[in-house]
């Protein structure tokens, strides 16, 4: 059984940076698509960013596309978001969720159609001054 473990989220002023980390365990990361999603208070799950493990392709919404990047290590079986100029906007529950890569096409339609069959618990990030 695969397991996704988040981890990094915290209270951060508006302009600054947080690294969120999801520890992959289970199964080789490089099996699956790895994306990281968020939900805000009375909000819809939505995807932020998605990647390939096997050969690093990236997808991001356009909310936060130039601000975060996503990353892995295989080494560490680990995945990152990086997020920088963070805004108040950005606070909600961090999602870490994987997909195999078969079952569906791209990183875009893994993030856009919230498509995943593997979750980790969240990791609270919050924005505010």
């Known amino acids: 059984q695969l397991q996704l473990v988040e981890s990094g989220g915290t209270l951060v002023q508006p302009g600054g940076s947080l690294r969120l980390s999801c520890a992959v365990s289970g199964f080789p990361l490089d099996y699956f698509r790895i994306g990281w999603f968020r939900q805000a208070p009375g909000k819809e799950r939505e995807g932020v960013s998605c990647?390939?493990?096997?050969?690093?392709?990236?997808y991001y919404a356009d909310s936060v596309q130039g601000r975060f990047t996503i990353s892995r290590d295989y080494a560490k079986s680990t995945v990152y978001l990086q997020m920088n100029s963070l805004k108040p906007g950005d606070t909600a529950v961090y999602y870490c969720?994987?997909?195999?890569?078969?079952?569906?096409?791209?990183?875009?339609?893994?993030?856009?159609?919230?498509?995943?069959?593997?979750w980790g618990r969240g990791t609270q990030v919050t924005v505010s001054s």
């Open positions: 990647i390939s493990s096997s050969d690093g392709n990236t």
């Open positions: 969720a994987a997909v195999n890569n078969w079952r569906v096409s791209t990183n875009q339609a893994m993030c856009v159609t919230v498509r995943a069959d593997y």
